[in-house]
C-alpha cells in the first residue's frame, strides 16, 4: 500500500480552491466530520473532500485511508459505473475527479494486515470484494476481525450532476467483443480497445451525415474498451466508429474481422444494447437540459474463420472431482480439437485443457471434460474449436461456475509469466496465520513472511521487479497443510 503523508499547507490550499466551487452539501458521518458530496464547475473535473477536518491516526498499529469509488449508477454520465476505486487518499482530497457519481469509502485498518488489504486498495481494484470481507452493521459499514478494519460509506457523491446545471454534457461509453452475437453486453465479453470514434455534429438534425455535416472531435477507445466525449455543447449530433481502426488479430495473433452486432433486446441507447448500426453508426442524437442517457455502446460480432464446429449447446456442472464441461456438436468441419478456455476474471482466458474433435462429421456429437484443477470460487469458461489449418475460432458464450470452498488450496498464481508484480491466490477453511515463502531455482529464500489467513478466497500481491529472471517457487502453510505453486519471472 502506498505510503501517504498529510500536508497541511497542501490541505488549506485545497479548501481555500474550494471555496471558489459551486457545490452543494450533504452530510454522511465519517469518524471526523461531515462530507462534500457535490462539486460543480462545469469543465468536467472537480474537487471531492471527505472530512471537514482529517482525522489523526497516529496509533502504532492502525491507519486511515480514504478510497475513491466509480459507483455503478446511471445518475450523471461521464464515467465508467464499474465499481472500481479511481483514487486513494490519506486526507481525504481527490482532484480532477472527472464528471460521474462515486462514493467514498473511509478505511481504518490494522497496520499488520497492510500487505493484504495494500492488494485490494489500488485504482482499479473493485470495492466489492473488500465489501465482501466485512460484516455490514449499521447500513453502510462493515467490520472484519481478520484482516482487522472499518470501512465505511458516504451517501452518493457526484461531480456536475443535473442540481449544478452544466451546460455541456459528456457521451459515450462501450465497445465490447459480442461474442454470442446477441447484441447485449454479457459477463466475460471483452471490451476491444484502439478503436477510433469519431463525433459529428448533425446539422441538418436529419440522422445521417451530409455535406453540411462537420466534425466535432474524435477519441479512440482506452484498454478495456471505454471511450468518452467530455463536454460537449448542446446540440445534434452522430456517433460514427471507424471500422478500419478495429483490431485485425486476436490476442493470440489469429487473423479476425469484425462486423457490427444487431441492436440488443431492450433496443434504443440503454446501457447493456449495442446502439450502432451495420455502418458503424448512430442515428441522430440531441444533447440539451434534461438529457440523462447519453451511452453510446458498440458491440462488434468477431469471426475469424468459417466455424469448424456447429455448436448446439455448452454447459456445466460442478462435482466433488472438478467442474465438467459438456457440449454437443451438430456438424463439424475439418475440426481438429476443441479447447476448453477458463478465465478468473471473465476477460483472459486460458485452455485448460482440450478433446480430440470428430473432423468431419454430419452427425450429433457429445463431448465432456473434467476440469479437475478448477479453483474454490467462480470460474468462466468458453469453448474454442481449431480446424487442421490450425485456425481457432471461440464458438460458445462464456458461463460460470462456482466452486464451494473446500480445503485449504491454491486457486492460482497469474500473471504467468510476470514482470514486476506477481498475484497469488489461495484458499482456506478457517481464519488462521499462514507462512508465505519464495524460493528461486537454487533454494535461496527471496521471502519468508507470515501474514493471516481468512476464510475463504485469500489474494497477496509481491513486488518481484528486483528478481531476476527464471522460475521461483511458492510455498503457503498453515502448520499443518502445504500448498505449493510456481512462476515465471520474465
Request: hydrophobic residues 35%; negative net charge.
Amino acid at each position: 500500500m502506498k505510503n501517504f503523508t498529510f500536508n497541511l499547507a497542501k490541505l488549506i490550499t485545497l479548501f481555500t480552491i474550494i471555496l471558489f466551487i459551486q457545490q452543494e452539501n450533504a452530510y454522511a458521518q465519517f469518524p471526523c466530520g461531515g462530507q462534500i458530496l457535490s462539486a460543480c464547475n462545469c469543465d468536467g473535473t472537480s474537487v471531492l473532500v471527505a472530512d471537514s477536518e482529517p482525522c489523526t491516526f497516529n496509533s502504532d498499529n492502525s491507519q486511515q485511508v480514504y478510497l475513491l469509488v466509480d459507483e455503478n449508477n446511471a445518475t450523471v454520465d461521464g464515467d465508467a459505473d464499474n465499481g472500481a476505486i479511481i483514487d486513494v487518499s490519506s486526507n481525504g482530497a481527490f482532484f480532477n475527479v472527472q464528471t460521474g457519481d462515486y462514493v467514498m469509502y473511509s478505511l481504518t485498518y490494522d497496520l499488520a494486515d497492510a500487505a493484504q488489504l495494500g492488494g485490494m486498495t489500488e485504482a482499479g481494484d473493485l470495492v466489492s470484494a473488500l465489501i465482501a470481507m466485512g460484516s455490514e452493521g449499521p447500513a453502510g459499514t462493515w467490520t472484519s476481525t481478520s484482516p482487522s478494519f472499518t470501512l465505511v460509506a458516504t451517501a452518493l457523491s457526484t461531480i456536475n450532476g443535473p442540481e449544478c446545471g452544466c451546460e455541456s454534457y459528456s457521451v459515450g461509453n462501450y465497445i465490447w467483443s459480442d461474442n454470442d452475437f446477441d447484441g447485449v453486453q454479457d459477463p466475460g465479453e471483452p471490451g476491444i480497445p484502439g478503436v477510433t470514434v469519431i463525433l459529428w455534429e448533425d446539422t441538418n438534425g436529419n440522422g445521417v451525415i451530409d455535406s453540411g455535416d462537420t466534425i466535432v472531435d474524435q477519441t479512440t477507445s482506452n484498454a478495456a474498451g471505454f471511450y468518452g466525449f467530455s463536454n460537449v455543447d448542446p446540440g445534434n449530433y452522430l456517433l460514427q466508429i471507424d471500422l478500419s481502426t478495429l483490431p485485425d488479430t486476436d490476442i493470440s495473433g489469429n487473423p479476425i474481422s469484425w462486423s457490427p452486432t444487431a441492436e440488443g433486446s431492450a433496443g434504443g441507447n440503454d446501457f447493456n444494447d449495442s446502439d450502432y448500426n451495420n455502418q458503424g453508426l448512430t442515428g441522430g442524437f440531441s444533447v440539451g437540459a434534461g438529457d440523462s442517457n447519453l451511452n453510446f455502446d458498440a458491440g462488434f460480432r468477431p469471426s475469424q474463420v468459417t466455424l469448424a464446429s456447429e455448436l448446439i449447446n455448452f454447459e456445466g456442472k460442478v462435482t466433488k472431482d472438478g467442474n465438467q464441461l459438456l457440449w454437443t456438436t451438430g456438424r463439424e468441419v475439418n475440426n481438429d480439437y476443441f479447447s476448453v478456455m477458463r478465465s478468473q476474471n471473465g476477460i483472459n482466458f486460458d485452455a485448460t485443457g482440450t478433446v480430440k474433435g470428430a473432423g468431419n462429421s454430419n452427425a450429433r456429437k457429445n463431448y465432456s471434460f473434467m476440469d479437475s484443477k478448477a479453483p474454490v470460487g467462480t470460474s468462466y469458461y468458453n469453448l474454442t474449436n481449431t480446424d487442421f489449418s490450425g485456425k481457432t475460432a471461440v464458438i460458445s458464450k462464456t458461463i460460470s461456475l462456482t466452486r464451494e470452498l473446500g480445503g485449504f488450496t491454491l486457486n492460482q498464481i497469474h500473471p504467468i509469466p510476470a514482470t514486476d508484480f506477481v498475484n497469488i491466490e489461495f484458499a482456506a477453511q478457517t481464519d488462521s496465520e499462514v507462512s508465505i515463502k519464495v524460493f528461486n531455482l537454487s533454494g535461496k529464500v527471496m521471502v519468508d513472511q507470515n501474514t493471516k489467513a481468512r476464510e475463504g478466497v485469500n489474494a497477496l500481491k509481491l513486488d518481484i521487479s528486483s528478481y531476476a529472471v527464471g522460475v521461483y517457487f511458492v510455498t503457503i502453510t498453515n502448520g499443518k497443510d502445504k500448498i505449493v505453486g510456481k512462476f515465471i519471472k520474465d
